[in-house]
């Protein structure tokens, strides 16, 4: 498989007053189009910033970050912000709904930036969420949804652009077992089935473990990139 | 599409916290009913002045209007070309019962008064029942309905300005050709003040107060009041003639700092509101910084973040503004009731309603733009670690 997403010599050195704090140091990481990836490491270890940075909603200090031959760091924020609507979908630990948009609304928010009509819309929203389980949810706010089920309303917003990569945060820290079983059997489908290719930060094991590859980072290195999932 | 989508989702947001928003809209409605009610009441210490005939012009002394002067001038002004008709008048300053029920009371010339000031409606009969006793007054129809009285009905008022005390016989009402006229006046003979006054205070006799004189060519006031004045230049009681409009305003002028007052209270009261709006407004921006990061994860610009909020802002402000106005008419129309011997007029005219929608508008823009600008700012990645 040709890499999706190519990163070499990546850092990132945010400041806290005028003190420079390195969090990310000399990454080299290659992602192979239709990979699923786990990042691993302990808190500060700098795998959520790496994640941020390959979302595109975060920028590097030095290094190249190309995904799919874009130099997303170069991007102006505009330019960027349109890249990330066509290319990304997010799943955040809280899930992040609108919590005044029910269900439907919440799915449909990134093909308002797309030019579908409003017909077209709903046909790409409910076959989103008929993917998730949620077909009869439609209409249901964020308030009266199990996070289980708020999870896979934002794994359907992730998917409704169909976009090429999925960025994940620790999708299943915040549920129950169960429901961090049916949230990864989902994000299974997306890699397996779709060919969507996934990079997710976790604490969990054996959530990794659903992963084709792990990737371990510790105090902002990368100490093992070849790990296998499955 | 993407309007339309900013506006529900701005009146979705508005009514999160029902009561904070309701609370919000019903400061914003009191702050525009209060500042529509004080600048009506602006509007109406100058409205008499605006509704003033651009064809009348007053003449008294120019020392100050406390001095009189000789009802002799009559002549020699009707005599000035361009003076079409002339009358006068003095204020009589009776009191009726007690202060608390004043009302404006003016010795007039009865033959050629209500010529001059035919806004002033008499049916005839009741006007020359009026011309044959000289004991006889005109009242205008609010005063003759606050006090109860009738046609036929006997006035006892005490003297201020000329002593002792004074009966007079109701014999007519008038009634304003619109309603912007002032129905609140209660008009004697001159003729019978000057007549009693002559025994008990001949230094008063023969004197009025102002001379009322109508013009045949508005456009030539100017040429006709300086034509009036230097005819009694040098003499020991000059003259100062000028519109009917600029005399009214003259009064205005002597309580023009209360004005001022009054103005400056309706604008801070405006001010206040709209620092509670902007408090309400960075509340709201701070709980949802988390929404709005991850809105602009999702690929939406920091634009649309800012009118998200400036959306809701104004939602609010207009809601409120709206509410206001409409509630401004019933609130000025009772005002007006409870105020009726203070104000010829109480209207709130298209210009305050305006000024209100106005207000409300900009209250919503200015709340808005300090969370507006933050939140647009603000990192993904420090929105997205925002606690809620």
């Known amino acids: ?230 | 599409m993407m309007a339309s989508y900013v506006v529900r989702l701005a009146s979705k947001n508005m009514w999160r916290h029902r009561l904070r928003t309701g609370l919000t809209i019903a400061g914003i409605a009191v702050a525009i009913v209060s500042f529509g009610l004080l600048r009506t009441v602006v509007d109406s210490w100058y409205a008499g002045a605006e509704l003033s005939s651009s064809a009348r012009l007053i003449t008294r002394a120019e020392a100050s209007l406390s001095f009189s002067l000789p009802v002799t001038y009559g002549e020699r002004i009707r005599r000035v070309p361009g003076v079409k008709d002339v009358t006068w008048a003095i204020w009589f300053g009776g009191i009726y019962i007690d202060e608390k029920h004043f009302f404006p009371q003016f010795a007039v010339d009865a033959e050629t008064y209500f010529d001059v000031y035919p806004e002033f409606v008499v049916p005839p009969e009741q006007l020359a029942a009026f011309k044959r006793d000289r004991r006889g007054v005109i009242v205008g129809r609010k005063t003759m309905q606050k006090n109860g009285w009738k046609i036929g009905d006997q006035v006892p008022l005490k003297g201020t300005i000329y002593p002792g005390t004074w009966s007079f016989t109701i014999r007519g009402v008038y009634e304003g050709a619109d309603d912007k006229v002032d129905e609140g006046q209660f008009l004697l003979h001159w003729s019978y003040v000057n007549e009693k006054i002559k025994a008990l205070l001949p230094s008063l006799a023969d004197r009025v107060g102002v001379f009322v004189i109508n013009i045949k060519d508005p456009g030539e006031s100017a040429a006709v009041s300086a034509a009036i004045d230097s005819g009694f230049r040098n003499s020991l009681a000059e003259t100062r003639t000028e519109t009917q409009k600029a005399f009214q305003l003259g009064f205005i002028a002597m309580v023009d700092t209360i004005l001022i007052a009054i103005q400056t209270v309706a604008y801070v009261v405006i001010l206040i509101i709209m620092a509670v709006m902007a408090n309400t407004m960075a509340m709201a921006a701070r709980e949802r910084m988390r929404e709005y990061a991850t809105l602009k994860a999702l690929g939406f610009h920091d634009r649309f973040v800012s009118v998200l909020i400036l959306g809701e802002s104004l939602s609010m402000s207009l809601a409120g503004g709206l509410l206001g106005v409409a509630l401004t008419f019933p609130l000025a129309d009772a005002f007006f009731r409870a105020t009726r011997d203070l104000f010829l007029v109480f209207t709130v005219t298209p210009a305050t309603v305006a000024l209100q929608v106005a207000s409300s508008l900009l209250i919503g823009i200015c709340a808005a733009l300090a969370p507006a600008w933050n939140s647009s700012r603000v990192r993904i990645v420090d929105g997205l670690r925002a606690v809620t």
Not at chain 1, 113 to 133: N, S, Y
């Open chain 1, 1 to 230: 498989m040709s890499a999706l997403i190519s990163i070499r010599s990546l850092g990132k050195t945010y400041r806290r007053g005028n003190q420079p704090v390195p969090v990310l140091l000399g990454i080299d990481l290659e992602i192979a189009a239709g990979d699923y990836v786990s990042l691993m490491g302990p808190s500060g270890s700098g795998k959520s910033t790496l994640l941020n940075l390959i979302a595109g909603i975060d920028k590097p200090s030095s290094g190249t970050l190309l995904i799919d031959g874009v130099d997303i760091a170069a991007l102006p924020e505009n330019d960027l912000a349109a890249w990330r609507a066509a290319n990304v979908g997010f799943v955040f630990q809280f899930y992040n709904l609108m919590p005044v948009l029910n269900a439907f609304e919440n799915v449909e928010l990134p093909l308002l930036l797309t030019p579908l009509g409003k017909a077209e819309r709903r046909d790409h929203v409910e076959t989103a969420l008929a993917m998730v389980g949620l077909a009869d949810r439609m209409d249901h706010y964020p308030n009266e949804l199990s996070g289980g089920q708020q999870q896979r309303v934002a794994i359907a917003r992730a998917l409704i652009t169909d976009p090429t990569l999925i960025v994940a945060d620790e999708p299943t820290g915040d549920l129950d077992r169960q429901s961090a079983d049916d949230v990864l059997n989902l994000l299974d489908r997306l890699n397996g089935e779709l060919g969507k290719t996934i990079v997710m930060v976790t604490h969990d094991p054996k959530c990794a473990a659903r992963a084709r590859r792990l990737v371990h980072l510790e105090k902002g290195v990368l100490i093992d990139g070849g790990g296998e999932g499955h």
